[in-house]
């Protein structure tokens, strides 16, 4: 198999498994707490890197050569996971995803604003198309409105303030030591927030609303322990194979293909709950997919312009 056909297989992989990850996921919403969940599959993770690293002997892999990005890019993308998994018990898979990929627009407007990298019309005029979408997508001003998919592109927001901290100060620490920080960093997290929450009296109205992110624990029944363990090892399956197929072809051939993400999460939408999104939502996910494969194919000929 020629290296592009096993980065499409790969990548592809990575998508139809995260897409179920997510869906058990969408289905603890019902029973459990995002905090339980994360602190669980991160103690999970952190025992699979544990094994592995014992196995290959290669302590070095797990342990960053410093700590203070690596600890701002796990804040980011911590945040990004809470906000993306706190909007599913109330919107469908594909709705949460098509809001959350608009990072890559994030990710052109933070490296411009940041790192002063040039955007020329090409990508802003993604960047208008992409946030064109997201607007059909969410419906603000409508009768339609559905504030709650603000979440998701907030998620992807932070989830793209944690791509432009990995290029611009984390390229150099190995890939399984940032792996390790990000689920280190949401453990302590969730143990302080479930610490934390009996302490603090919140109105058990805002709790009624929205119980899987205001839940400080649910009872552990056999039940929510084997999906947790389920995501646990279904992100563990998806990340491998990500990375993988990243490893294998170059990210502007890769990145288009996760998109496939997409039409996996609306056949589980439709086989699940019976949900088919409707024609402005299908209009605004074609608006942000397109962006997203504009703003790399203008990478691609950037990249291509300097080598020449």
């Not at 407007?109 to 090409?122: D, N, P, S």
């Not at 419906?139 to 611009?168: H, K, W």
């Not at 603090?200 to 947790?228: G, S």
Request: proline letters at 5%; hydrophobic letters at 55%.
């Amino acid at each position: 198999m020629i290296p592009n056909n096993q980065a499409i297989f790969f990548v592809i992989l990575s998508t139809a498994v995260f897409a179920l990850g997510d869906t058990v996921v969408k289905l603890l919403t019902q029973k459990g707490s995002i905090w339980q969940l994360m602190l669980l599959r991160s103690i999970l993770v952190i025992l699979f890197l544990w094994i592995w690293v014992r196995l290959k002997g290669r302590w070095r892999d797990i342990v960053p050569t410093s700590f203070g990005w690596p600890l701002v890019r796990a804040g980011f993308m911590c945040l990004a996971y809470t906000l993306s998994y706190s909007a599913y018990p109330f919107a469908s898979l594909s709705d949460v995803a098509a809001c959350f990929f608009t990072a890559p627009i994030f990710v052109c407007i933070f490296a411009a604003l940041f790192f002063k990298e040039k955007v020329g019309i090409w990508r802003i005029s993604a960047v208008i198309i992409g946030f064109s979408g997201a607007l059909l997508i969410i419906q603000p001003g409508s009768t339609e409105f559905r504030p709650v998919l603000i979440m998701p592109v907030l998620a992807g927001a932070c989830y793209a303030a944690g791509v432009v901290v990995t290029r611009g100060f984390c390229a150099d620490q190995p890939s399984l030591a940032l792996t390790s920080i990000h689920n280190v960093f949401y453990a302590i997290l969730a143990v302080s927030v479930v610490s934390l929450m009996p302490i603090f009296t919140i109105d058990p109205k805002i709790v009624a609303q929205n119980p899987f992110l205001f839940r400080d624990w649910a009872p552990l029944t056999t039940a929510i322990l084997l999906m947790i363990i389920a995501t646990a090892i279904l992100h563990i399956i998806a990340m491998t194979a990500s990375i993988r197929a990243y490893q294998i072809a170059e990210s502007t051939f890769v990145a288009p293909i996760e998109y496939t993400y997409l039409v996996f999460a609306a056949g589980i939408d439709f086989a699940l709950w019976a949900v088919l999104p409707s024609s402005t939502t299908l209009i605004g996910i074609t608006l942000v997919v397109g962006s997203g494969i504009l703003i790399t194919l203008r990478e691609l000929a950037a990249k291509k312009s300097q080598i020449d």
